[in-house]
């Protein structure tokens, strides 16, 4: 099966507030993957500025959608992306957040041609548990972790789609089929109507990394890596009380590995000692930097495009036009 594109096309010039759309962030993803909101890779109108930039469904309410992105500015660790720009009030519901090369999980998993290597699983599980652990110190639940929140970098992963739980339905709605919401990761007492809470945060982690490790977010325990199936297992009890800390998740996947950071280089975390050289297979690498030109060669085309094609109607999908591929 042929990978998917994950460079962006160069046709189109459809505006979200004072960006240009320049390509979707999830085109390759499989069919059936829930993503909780609309992503775009998009550009400023002089050029100078690159943000993933995400919009509400049509199901969810704009202001619980921008409520969560106002929080999420907050937003501490070094495995997140916060937002830092909003719409303003009145404004078609948007918010942005810096632009850097990743894929979305399904699609490094479609790239790399199955799951991950136990490697890339445990860095993953490390540095996502040590932000989920910052922002439950900052009194802060994510409630959102799912495969499509995760976006891989060439330096480790960053944590997407704060609030996605609590965006697309209030506490007290059952949440088991709303749109957007990965049933897979939803936590059986969010998914009954429930606050969302810490151990709620390490269900979704558990089935994320299961989803990491296997295709699949609840994959029989003889799927999963020895490593990783009691713990997979403890996540995902049902009984939140039986859950491990994230502090426990640490501990168990990180061992004795410790980080090898020069002084002077900001304090180390366990996550860093698993994220060097090697971290990534080479077909997730080559897809990251094949992302990052296609997206520097389309900010340079598109201003020369947008004299060529109307603007796509209000609610409609760009389409991915194909980046040639030249041979060696």
Known sequence: ?????????????????????????????????????????????????????????????????????DTSRYLLGSWVLPAVELAAPGEQAWHARPYLPALPLPIALAVHGGPLPERTVRALAIALAENLAVMHGQ???????????????????????????????????ARQEVPGLDPGTLPPEQAAGGQPRPL????????????????????????????LRSLVARCLSRDPAQRPQLSEIIDELAGSDRPDIPAGFG?????DALLGPGWLPARLVAAIVHQSASVLAAEVELPVQAQAHPAWPVGSAPSQAPVPHHSH
């Open 1 to 69: 099966m042929r990978a998917p594109d994950t460079g962006p096309g160069t046709r189109g010039t459809r505006q979200i507030g004072p960006y240009t759309v320049v390509t979707r962030l999830d085109t390759g993803s499989p069919a059936h993957t829930p993503v909780p909101e609309h992503r775009f890779i998009a550009r400023s109108a002089d050029g100078d500025r690159t943000v993933l930039l995400s919009s509400p469904l049509a199901t969810v309410d704009p202001q619980r959608f921008m409520a969560e992105a």
């Open 139 to 173: 009194n802060l639940i994510h409630a959102g972790v799912s495969p499509s929140a995760v976006l891989i970098a060439a330096d480790g992963p960053r944590l997407t789609c704060f609030g996605a739980v609590r965006a697309a339905a209030p506490d007290g709605v």
């Open 200 to 227: 709620g945060d390490v269900y979704a982690l558990g089935a994320t990394l299961a989803y990491a490790a296997t295709g699949y977010t609840m994959p029989e325990r003889e799927e999963l890596p020895s490593a």
């Open 267 to 271: 304090p180390p975390t366990r996550a």
